[in-house]
């Protein structure tokens, strides 16, 4: 769901599924954190805050991550991954973004995917590792193993999504997909990205042992 054209911004309000319309977005969300498990079923209980002695072995076993991200648009906004391997600090390094959104910068495609499945792309999109756009978040950290195992199910998912349409298979849909195959529950596909994001982390991570970082996206280390 890419920034569109505020002349049409009219036209694709009239076409958005009523479970986008019932609630306007929040100001942005603090940035949430957790622990994967091989279990999912205990992914978020696997985690303990850390400590001096624990933060070292923590951040040597779990560099990776896949977060869970959605941004602000002129539109109702887009949900997508960004994942990759992070420094010391837990900045990013060179991160990379999946996410699903018509295969065009022209607005019209975004119009028409409303109402007909229009062509995809899966990459990166303008304003998602911005972080004045970054409306709520949700970082799973990851070791090699986990990390390689996720992202061979992106490049997957990637090669298959051809096509997006706002209710049928839209950008929450993707994303959806990406959880569920690490085992995580999903919310409806028809929430706004901002509300899907923070549904999707609130049914997955335990609120006792998730935890908020404050280094923005913005910063992200882009040298190795």
Known sequence: ??????????????????????????????????IYSSTPATAATAFTPPTEETAPRRSEEKQYFIEF?????LSYGHAYVVFGRTNQRGDMI?????????ASDNPVPYVLG???????????????????????????LLNEAEYRNVVSDIRELQKRSVAWNATVYNCNAF???IARFMGYKAPAIWLR????????????????????????????????
């Open 1 to 34: 769901m890419r920034l569109i054209n505020g002349r049409l911004l009219s036209l694709v309000l009239l076409a958005l599924p009523a479970a986008c319309l019932t609630n306007e977005d929040l100001p942005p969300q603090p940035r949430f954190a957790s």
């Open 69 to 73: 991200r959605s941004r602000y648009a």
């Open 94 to 102: 060179n991160p990379e973004v999946a996410g699903l959104h018509p």
């Open 114 to 140: 409303h109402f007909i499945p229009v062509p995809a792309e899966t990459g990166w999109s303008d304003g998602d590792l911005e972080e004045e756009y970054r409306s709520a978040s949700w970082r799973v």
């Open 175 to 177: 994303t959806a997909e």
């Open 193 to 224: 990205p901002q509300q899907f994001i923070t549904k999707l982390r609130e049914m997955n991570a335990d609120p006792d042992v998730t935890y908020t970082i404050g280094s923005p996206a913005a910063s992200a280390d882009r040298a190795e």
